[in-house]
Every structure is written in structure tokens, then in C-alpha cells.
């Protein structure tokens, strides 16, 4: 268990629909990280939100947003979906290096998969 | 730009054999390395990681790498496979954290079948 979960575990939609898919980060991390896994993609790095403000954006579609709240967990959005969205969705936390140079190692919670029919 | 190659799609091992699988990596300053598995339906989980110092890193479960900085790779070993570690793995790239993101690049994946 890494001490990050996701909600739900599953997602079955429809094409057109909207969802919403929860992260809460292992305690005491400060950086949230949104991947998606698919077929035909691969792992794709998609959002970095550090406490509270986005810091990175990878192949993230216009459709897709995501935020952090305050109490550090974070939700991703994903709108107008289509079949090609249906994949594994995995959230990762880290914390924060104190110095030039640091790096924090990345946990992966066990994902949600999205289906859209 | 950082990129992860894992050459092998597939790799089917007889149990008790030894095991590399291979990872060569892109990257502008000094990669920080690391190995993932995922059963199937699971997440990732971290094998081991590689920032800096001795080359030959150690990991759970019996995983070993070595980082050869000469040839860009980050090939993972282990001397006696077992029936349980077949699974998918992935090799993963990441940049230092000086308060900028610090996102992995992955490569695609190497899935793994032991045999009995």
C-alpha cells in the first residue's frame, strides 16, 4: 500500500458525459501527479499540482482539468468524453526536496479505470 | 527532450532462469532512473531507483540495475525468476526537483511471462 488513494476504482460512462476522479495524496505530500495509461499512448504524464497551484502540463487535453484544494487532495476532470478516453488513470504524490539538487521519489495509487461506451 | 526506449515488448523466462530486461534512456543532465512493476489490474509499484553514487542499485524482491551512463541504459536483472514475477515493467526517467515539475517519462513496457 503506497498511501495514496484513488476514487472510484472503476467509472463506466457514456460518450458526452462528465466525470470526476479523486486523489488524496500519502500525508505530508505536497506534490500531486495525474498519469494516464492507455493502449495505444502508454504512461502519459498529464498535470503536476504543488500545493495548490499547477506546475506542470503534460498531454493533457483541453477537455481535462484538474485542481488541488486546500487540504491537498486533488480532483481530476474530465469532460465531453469519448471512446479514446477510456484508460487507467493513476494519481502520484511526492514531497519536496530542501535543496538544489533533491529529488523525491513518486507513489502511484492503484488507479481508476474510466470506460466510455 | 527526456524518452524512455524498453526494446523487448515481451519476454517469457523459464522459472529459476535469470532475467534482464532492457531500458535505455534520453536525457539532457543526469537522469534520475528508476524501475516499476504492475500486476495485472494493479498499480505501479517501485522496484528500485537510481539518483546518484554506486551504479549497481539494489531493489526489492531480489531486482537489481545497473546505470551505464556510456550507453544510456538502466537494464534491470535478477538472478532466479520466480512464477510470481510475471507482470508488466517499466522503466521511468526524471529530472532533478529544484522547485520546477519533476514529471517521469515512461517507456512503454516490457511484459513479462515466467514459465513453469
Known amino acids: 500500500d503506497s498511501g495514496v488513494t484513488q476514487t472510484p476504482k472503476h467509472l463506466i460512462t457514456a460518450t458526452g458525459q462528465r466525470v470526476t476522479l479523486r486523489c488524496s495524496p500519502r500525508?505530508?505530500?505536497?506534490?500531486v501527479y495525474w498519469y494516464q495509461q492507455s493502449l495505444d499512448q502508454g504512461l502519459q504524464f498529464l498535470i503536476q499540482?504543488?500545493?495548490?497551484?499547477?506546475?506542470a502540463k503534460g498531454n493533457i487535453l483541453e477537455r481535462f482539468s484538474a485542481q488541488q484544494f486546500p487540504d491537498l487532495h486533488s480532483e481530476l476532470n474530465l469532460s465531453s468524453l469519448e471512446l479514446g478516453d477510456s484508460a487507467l488513470y493513476f494519481c502520484?504524490?511526492?514531497?519536496?526536496?530542501?535543496?538544489?539538487?533533491?529529488?523525491?521519489?513518486?507513489?502511484f495509487g492503484p488507479g481508476t479505470r474510466l470506460t466510455v461506451l | 527532450a527526456q524518452s524512455v526506449t524498453q526494446p523487448d515488448i515481451h519476454i517469457t523466462v523459464s522459472e529459476g532462469a535469470s532475467l534482464e530486461l532492457r531500458c535505455n534512456y534520453s536525457?539532457?543532465?543526469?537522469?534520475?532512473l528508476f524501475w516499476y512493476v504492475q500486476s495485472p489490474g494493479q498499480g505501479l509499484q517501485l522496484l528500485l531507483k537510481?539518483?546518484?553514487?554506486?551504479?549497481l542499485v539494489q531493489g526489492i524482491k531480489g531486482f537489481e540495475a545497473e546505470f551505464k551512463r556510456s550507453q544510456s541504459s538502466f537494464n534491470l536483472r535478477k538472478p532466479s525468476v520466480h512464477w510470481s514475477d510475471a507482470a508488466e515493467y517499466f522503466c521511468?526517467?526524471?529530472?532533478?526537483?529544484?522547485?520546477?515539475?519533476?514529471?517521469?517519462?515512461f517507456g512503454t513496457g516490457t511484459r513479462l511471462q515466467v514459465t513453469l
Open positions: 502520484a504524490s511526492s514531497g519536496y526536496g530542501t535543496g538544489a539538487g533533491s529529488y523525491n521519489e513518486q507513489f
Open positions: 500525508s505530508g505530500d505536497l506534490s
Open positions: 499540482y504543488y500545493n495548490g497551484e499547477e506546475r
Open positions: 536525457y539532457g543532465a543526469t537522469p534520475y
Open positions: 537510481y539518483f546518484s553514487g554506486d551504479t
Open positions: 521511468a526517467v526524471g529530472g532533478r526537483n529544484t522547485g520546477t515539475a519533476s514529471k517521469l517519462t
